[in-house]
DNA sequence: AGCCGACTTTCTGTCGACATGAAATATATT
DNA sequence: AATATATTTCATGTCGACAGAAAGTCGGCT
């Protein structure tokens, strides 16, 4: 005999969901900087928050952690990953190799399908920019070059990169309120120049567009940076 | 076969040791090959094998899963991830790439102590290949170049190329009664010509012997693979 | 006899509760 | 008063149990 009389406040939940949608909101809330860096990520408020057991939070967690989105502490705190001030030319580094590798691969194997998705990011880009919102215009362009990435096919790259396009994204919008809209109005054209070269096969190009807009980028975060005298202080967040 | 002198009552077992115990073994005998890819992960063993509840089981399979060690198919069996031999080019450029960025990076950062460590793992390296010890020889070598990475100071460029060596250690394992003496020789003769090279922060130099050993060590995949049948009949194990 | 559907099995996903260890607080001592 | 120590607090680590979902099993039907 079933004991399933189901109560009054039904479990209404599919089964299998509950990991995936504290990790995807949590993982969007640390990118947006919704939650800031360093602070405290409590099991019971999420438990509380997201109506279920603090075993699937759990889960999540594990889960954003082994991303380095988060940092736990054993027996302690857990909390939103720092951004590392400390080690940004490894970031940097990383970063410009990864926009090389990855457009040089799409520019040799990309597919007709691959370049529609490459212009469809442009065109949601370019919108973005023209509408002014910063935010959108940060994820936007983080979508664009994954699938760039995605293009070449090379699974290991284009996992590194959006992981490493996510943590820009996290740096960036710390310094969203300093966007003047010269820059994005240039990386437009850049994009553009850069699905032209895709398409046309020409790796060269495309890999002296991908150094030239890496470059633009570093630049950028590292003029936000030094103009921003929060960092002399606390140089870990 | 370790341990396990505990049984009895006590639950002798540290507060928060339970998870990283399970994930290290577990990831040293996927890594190993001790568990085939593609077989079954039962929790209800694990449960039993480890002394442990499930739950502390469950995350470690999670943190496994977001390194792709294992696959889990929603509410069905979770596996050892297969070895994936469509996607081997991808494999096999990445791997160069970090081969060569790697040592770039150590070549041009090295300091004393890291130069210690990389000879260290050398030695360890050449007493295997000595001892004729496959298992050991592949192992020492990824912990090699490791070091090499580690020298670099780029930890997204280590993580990256120590995930590649892994995968790069279960498809060798897959050959190792195959492994002949004449390769192994030759790699501990690259390896010093790199810690050469490192010393002497050449970064050209360098750059030109990781290219020829990563070719070495594509090849000597692809000529396992190649003369195995095995490939023609389940392409993905 | 063969195909379809309900039952059973056996996993995984989720839950609530307890144990433990570290920070925070209160207390005692020099 | 300041430091060292005992106590409280409370978030985390772990546990055992229940519920839901597929695969496998068995019996009924045309």
Redesign the pocket.
């Known amino acids: 005999m079933r ?2 009389a ?1 109560t009054a406040t039904g ?1 209404e ?7 995936s949608t504290v990790y995807e909101t949590l993982r969007r809330e640390i990118i947006d900087l919704t939650l800031a860096p360093g602070s ?5 408020h999420l438990s509380e928050r997201f ?6 939070i ?2 999540a967690l594990v889960r954003l952690a082994s991303e380095n989105l988060i940092v ?7 909390v939103v990953a720092p951004i590392d001030f400390l080690n940004l030319s490894a970031f940097f580094d990383a970063l410009t190799l990864m926009y090389r590798v990855t457009i040089r691969e799409a520019a040799t194997r990309r597919d007709e399908a691959a370049l529609d998705e490459i212009r469809a990011c442009q065109h949601a880009f370019a919108r973005s920019v023209e509408a002014g919102d910063a935010f959108d215009m940060i994820a936007t362009n983080r979508d664009f070059h994954v699938a760039i990435a995605r293009a070449g096919g090379n699974g290991y790259y284009t996992e590194l990169f959006a992981r490493l396009l996510d943590e820009g994204r996290r740096i960036l919008r710390l310094y969203y309120s300093t966007f003047n809209d010269v820059l994005p109005r240039r990386y437009v054209v850049e994009h553009d120049e850069m699905i032209e070269a895709i398409a046309a096969k020409d790796v060269e190009k495309a890999d002296a567009l991908a150094i030239a807009h890496a470059d633009q980028i570093v630049r950028q975060i590292q003029s936000y940076i030094s103009a921003d005298r929060r960092n002399s202080n606390s140089l870990v967040l």
């Open positions: 004991t399933g189901k479990p939940r599919k089964r299998g969901s509950g990991v405290p990520i409590d099991e019971a109506q279920m057991s603090r075993t699937p759990r889960e736990t502490l054993t027996n302690r705190a857990t």
